[in-house]
């Protein structure tokens, strides 16, 4: 039992004497492997950024005009039949023109005619002309024929700016001049529109 109180003793003198280090005990570090802890309470909102830079303008789509005549009865057989005016306000955007009234040619099997919008004098080339062709074959004998008629089309590539429209009658390409006449005795009109870009161009 002695014995047995000393050995204890001795083993407790042991520790304290490998503990003991200049005149200090050392202090043993236990490290744990670091826990994710809960969320914490959403934050309060930050400031506001700086203001963005400004945007281009969004093209419009209200920008149409329509010149109507009634009773015009136009009976040149080349020139200008119609005319207006029209001021296109951006660059990307594409011009809607469309001519809707009668449209006469008189002639022989084999006779011809051409209706056609021109541009400030020029012809559409983007992606390709605006016209109607009237011709008449197969009946064997002089035809007067005079059909209420719609040309219609887009043009692209033309930048902002003023424009005059016309609608003209001519010659078919290959062919001669041929009696032809353009609003008899009726209502016809030529409708502007100014379109956004196409999202399929």
């Known amino acids: 039992m002695v014995l047995q109180r000393c050995l204890t003793l001795l083993l407790i003198s042991l520790s304290l004497l490998l503990g003991y280090s200049d ?22 909102p930050g400031q506001p950024g700086p203001p ?31 005319s207006c005016s029209f001021t296109k306000e951006f660059d990307d955007t594409s011009l809607f023109v469309k001519f809707m ?15 056609y919008f021109t541009f400030n004098g020029a012809e559409c080339s983007n992606p390709y002309k605006i016209e109607g062709v009237v011709y008449t074959g197969g009946m064997g004998t002089t035809v007067n024929l005079h059909r209420p008629r719609v040309v219609n089309g887009f043009c692209n590539g033309l930048s902002a700016g003023s424009y ?9 390409n290959g062919y001669g001049s041929y009696d032809r006449y353009t609003c ?10 100014e379109y956004p870009p196409s999202p399929y161009d």
């Open 101 to 115: 009234g009668d449209m006469r040619l008189y002639g022989n099997d084999g006779s011809c005619g051409r209706w």
């Open 52 to 82: 963005g830079e400004e945007g281009d303008a969004a093209p419009v789509t209200t920008n149409w005009r329509q010149c109507a005549s009634w009773g015009l009865n136009d009976g040149r057989d080349s020139g200008v039949t119609l």
């Open 23 to 44: 005149g200090f005990f050392k202090q043993t570090e236990v490290t744990k492997p670091c826990e994710e802890g809960m969320p914490g309470p959403p934050g309060p």
């Open 164 to 172: 005059t429209i016309n609608f003209n009658v001519g010659n078919c």
């Open 184 to 193: 008899y005795i009726s209502a016809c009109r030529i409708i502007i529109e």
